[in-house]
């Protein structure tokens, strides 16, 4: 865990459930205070997923694993004061913990949100579980969040603006902890963050707002998965080749681009055995994505006027020594400081902010206020 509750002991004890449906996954994990009380990780089969015409449609089979994995902990529900779980891409928001309303619930079913992914399954099934136990849900920073200078919206083409779509609650929760670990406020700072994962999420936080990031479904750097940001007259080309639907390129773009579409698989360790073997193929794609992170990490530099007091990198591709040590070597002048929180902490990251919350150390936030301010 990044970090503990502060004075945790001279906080009244609360117990939260905390829900991450992902695209193969759900992840369940009980907190008491800063206290794991139990975690898991549900794997669903592609097999199982593709019963599933729509998205959505997955929401009861993802609310009874919660409830079972709950079941086979032996846990009792009673004892929760709150839910929380990951936002998803819903309507432009700033970050923050947001109490479900049947609102937000609402907007997700009649499709008003920005993109359809598995994570808006965690609003629903979280607000159905919290009137059930009569206690409230909340989600926090979701994939949504949208900070960015008017300047960062700009595409270059009149009708098209870019999406604040981004990993936004992995890229805050370690910004804080860099800035903790600086002995400073997040609201001081100016950091460069990446989380690497299936896709990449390369993010400027100045002064307390993620204010530009890269959208890996539409640009940035290759990744796993990703194809990135591409030449665009030979996309469009390939568009109107006559060979694939619209669905085919979403797909080739954002399921089996960068190493994916390269080497046939998107497992880093897999690749990184094949570059050990002196695999010139392996070693030309994983370079390649090295270079495409440092060009995005260089960029969010401009963007924080070259002031940057920390490079951050999380997610599960940070574990690689590999890898970090590749993009270090291209970025390290940028920053005096080169900060590595591998793996992901998003789950206690939304247990401690809700608990802030809980607490009264952190004002929640209202969906539709938020809203209306956008109008």
């Given at each position: 865990?990044?970090?503990?509750?502060?004075?945790?002991?001279?906080?009244?004890?609360?117990?939260?459930?905390?829900?991450?449906?992902?695209?193969?996954?759900?992840?369940?994990?009980?907190?008491?205070?800063?206290?794991?009380?139990?975690?898991?990780?549900?794997?669903?089969?592609?097999?199982?997923?593709?019963?599933?015409?729509?998205?959505?449609?997955?929401?009861?089979?993802?609310?009874?694993?919660?409830?079972?994995?709950?079941?086979?902990?032996?846990?009792?529900?009673?004892?929760?004061?709150?839910?929380?779980?990951?936002?998803?891409?819903?309507?432009?928001?700033?970050?923050?913990?947001?109490?479900?309303?049947?609102?937000?619930?609402?907007?997700?079913?009649?499709?008003?949100?920005?993109?359809?992914?598995?994570?808006?399954?965690?609003?629903?099934?979280?607000?159905?579980?919290?009137?059930?136990?009569?206690?409230?849900a909340y989600f926090v920073d979701p994939e949504s969040t949208d900070e960015?200078?008017?300047?960062?919206?700009?595409?270059?083409?009149?009708?098209?603006?870019?999406?604040?779509?981004?990993?936004?609650?992995?890229?805050?929760?370690?910004?804080?902890?860099?800035?903790?670990?600086?002995?400073?406020?997040?609201?001081?700072?100016?950091?460069?963050?990446?989380?690497?994962?299936?896709?990449?999420?390369?993010?400027?936080?100045?002064?307390?707002?993620?204010?530009?990031?890269?959208?890996?479904?539409?640009?940035?750097?290759?990744?796993?998965?990703?194809?990135?940001?591409?030449?665009?007259?030979?996309?469009?080309?390939?568009?109107?080749?006559?060979?694939?639907?619209?669905?085919?390129?979403?797909?080739?773009?954002?399921?089996?681009g960068g190493l994916q579409s390269y080497l046939g698989t998107d497992d880093?360790?897999?690749?990184?055995?094949?570059?050990?073997?002196?695999?010139?193929?392996?070693?030309?794609?994983?370079?390649?994505?090295?270079?495409?992170?440092?060009?995005?990490?260089?960029?969010?530099?401009?963007?924080?006027?070259?002031?940057?007091?920390?490079?951050?990198?999380?997610?599960?591709?940070?574990?690689?020594?590999?890898?970090?040590?590749?993009?270090?070597?291209?970025?390290?002048?940028?920053?005096?400081?080169?900060?590595?929180?591998?793996?992901?902490?998003?789950?206690?990251?939304?247990?401690?902010?809700?608990?802030?919350?809980?607490?009264?150390?952190?004002?929640?936030?209202?969906?539709?206020?938020?809203?209306?301010?956008?109008?």
């Open positions: 865990m990044l970090t503990s509750l502060a004075g945790a002991n001279r906080l009244p004890q609360m117990v939260v459930l905390a829900v991450n449906p992902g695209g193969s996954s759900t992840k369940v994990a009980v907190f008491s205070n800063e206290r794991q009380l139990l975690a898991e990780n549900i794997r669903h089969s592609p097999t199982l997923l593709a019963k599933y015409k729509m998205v959505l449609d997955q929401y009861r089979l993802r609310k009874d694993v919660v409830v079972e994995s709950l079941r086979r902990h032996d846990f009792d529900v009673k004892r929760l004061d709150a839910i929380v779980s990951r936002g998803g891409p819903l309507l432009p928001l700033s970050g923050g913990v947001y109490r479900i309303t049947s609102r937000v619930v609402a907007d997700i079913r009649r499709g008003a949100v920005q993109s359809l992914h598995p994570s808006l399954l965690g609003p629903l099934v979280s607000y159905e579980l919290a009137e059930e136990l009569g206690v409230p960015f200078w008017d300047s960062a919206r700009l595409s270059g083409l009149k009708g098209i603006e870019r999406r604040a779509l981004s990993h936004a609650l992995s890229c805050r929760t370690v910004a804080r902890a860099a800035a903790r670990r600086l002995k400073r406020k997040y609201e001081a700072c100016t950091f460069v963050v990446v989380h690497l994962g299936s896709g990449i999420t390369v993010a400027a936080h100045v002064r307390g707002r993620q204010v530009d990031a890269t959208n890996a479904n539409d640009e940035g750097p290759m990744s796993p998965q990703r194809a990135g940001s591409l030449p665009l007259s030979a996309l469009v080309r390939l568009c109107y080749a006559g060979r694939y639907s619209e669905r085919d390129v979403l797909d080739l773009a954002q399921r089996s880093i360790l897999q690749i990184e055995r094949l570059i050990e073997r002196g695999n010139a193929r392996a070693i030309q794609a994983y370079d390649a994505m090295v270079y495409q992170i440092a060009k995005e990490v260089g960029s969010m530099a401009v963007v924080c006027r070259g002031k940057v007091d920390a490079i951050v990198l999380t997610g599960g591709l940070a574990k690689s020594r590999r890898l970090v040590g590749s993009i270090r070597r291209w970025v390290g002048f940028l920053s005096p400081r080169f900060l590595v929180f591998p793996g992901e902490e998003e789950m206690p990251s939304m247990a401690q902010r809700l608990m802030r919350v809980l607490t009264g150390r952190e004002r929640e936030k209202v969906y539709e206020k938020e809203l209306a301010l956008r109008r």
